[in-house]
């Protein structure tokens, strides 16, 4: 079974930045597209941002010009750099993976999250 291991998470100031990272326990070229979803308290998870295997990416509004998505495929790694981070960041952030297929259905993975906190 296909595991994401995420990690980077912490407390920051606004204006701070942190990277989180997402490991995956297979080669990231096995997944159609990749991504990084958030879950503040009392809200619906959103998307932050994905890429696909073509390396095509693809940012929330509310993040353009703040976040990256990024990967390694040797480390299969996703990498989500957060700058200027802003009290309204702070949630947990998820990384999300769908199997590569031909055909559906497709095969879709989660980490288990990692907590963002941005003081004010």
């Known amino acids: 079974q296909v595991q994401l291991v995420e990690s980077g998470g912490g407390l920051v100031q606004t204006g701070g930045s942190l990277r989180l990272s997402c490991a995956a326990s297979e080669s990231i070229v096995s997944f159609s597209y990749m991504g990084w979803y958030r879950q503040a308290p009392g809200k619906q998870r959103e998307m932050v941002a994905t890429i696909t295997i073509g390396g095509n990416t693809n940012h929330a509004d509310s993040v353009k010009g703040r976040f990256t998505i990024s990967r390694d495929t040797a480390k299969n790694t996703v990498y989500l750099q957060m700058n200027s981070l802003k009290p309204e960041d702070t949630a947990v952030y998820y990384c999300?993976?769908?199997?590569?297929?031909?055909?559906?259905?497709?095969?879709?993975?989660w980490g288990q999250g990692t907590q963002v906190t941005v003081s004010s």
């Open positions: 999300k993976a769908q199997a590569l297929t031909m055909t559906a259905p497709s095969h879709i993975y």
